[in-house]
């Protein structure tokens, strides 16, 4: 997994872990908050959206063992969004139409806001007998950016849903207040999940069970 993290004292890195350890394999020192992470278009390939700084990119890993992949940078010049375009187009995403217009606003809990207006947003449909799943961008809002997801002919996905997506089964998987949902077609239909999973009461492992990892 490739991720951009802080540090607390400010400092940022762009890595590579290797899950369920956040721990890097490797990592180069980031500008801020500006660029990092990427995607993997296919198996073989990361590509790492980082900026050049100190001269350094993860791109310089690319022929290391460590991997079962190569690593390039990406040609987006640090923008952090188009990460997320490329990985919806992987996926199987279709975009609708240009962006709609961001709109500078003010909110009470956020020093930068903005709203989208008339986004066409993004379409899904996995096979004829998927409904649509619909994702439109609302803006950078006080979690940042924003969106908002519609499944056709059904009001199963309200505004408390933080992501929606469709997985290799062609199960829908939806992420709310926590916790996660799945739902094939037959569970669609009844509007009951056939997977739930809250984790919002999670707490973290005693420092003891920490040290027997």
Known sequence: MGYLAMGSGGETWNGICEPPWLRTVADVPNMGTYAGGGFFPDAQTL?????????????????????????????????????????????????????????????????????????????????????????????????????????????????????????AKGDLLVARNGAIERYSLSALKSGSPDFFLDLENLTPPTKDKCLQH
Not at 94 to 100: I, N, V, Y
Not at 122 to 135: A, D, G, I, K, N
């Open 47 to 167: 590509r790492s959206n980082d900026v050049w700084h100190y001269d350094r990119s993860l791109s310089e890993f690319s022929k290391s063992k460590k991997f079962p992949f190569s690593i390039e940078r990406m040609k987006s010049g640090g923008e952090v969004f188009p990460i997320l375009s490329h990985r919806l187009e992987r996926d199987g995403w279709k975009r609708e139409g240009d962006f709609g217009k961001d709109q500078e606003i003010s909110l009470k809990h956020s020093s930068y806001s903005t709203l989208c207006l008339y986004d066409p947003g993004w379409s899904w449909q996995p096979t004829s007998e998927h409904p649509v799943l619909r994702m439109f961008y609302r803006g950078y809002l006080v979690h940042g950016y924003t969106f908002e997801f519609v499944l056709d002919r059904s009001n199963l996905l309200d505004a408390e849903v933080d992501w929606a997506t469709w997985d």
